[in-house]
């Protein structure tokens, strides 16, 4: 596997790891009514906790 498509794949797993966060989580993010300090990363690594669990952790 090329290094290219290692990244790529890398990338399209964090993406649909996105499609398991919370719809209140999602909400208040979309809608940017939390602070900016959210990185585009933080969402992906709490998106396997339960969903009563990440609103929270993703938000501080």
Excluded: C
């Excluded at 797993?13 to 990185?39: D, F, M």
């Amino acid at each position: 596997m090329s290094q290219d498509a290692f990244l790529a794949k890398r990338h399209v797993s964090r993406q649909l790891r996105l499609t398991y966060l919370a719809p209140g989580v999602i909400k208040r993010l979309v809608n940017k009514r939390e602070v900016p300090a959210v990185t585009p990363l933080k969402p992906t690594y709490v998106a396997a906790l339960p969903w009563h669990g990440q609103p929270e952790r993703v938000i501080d």
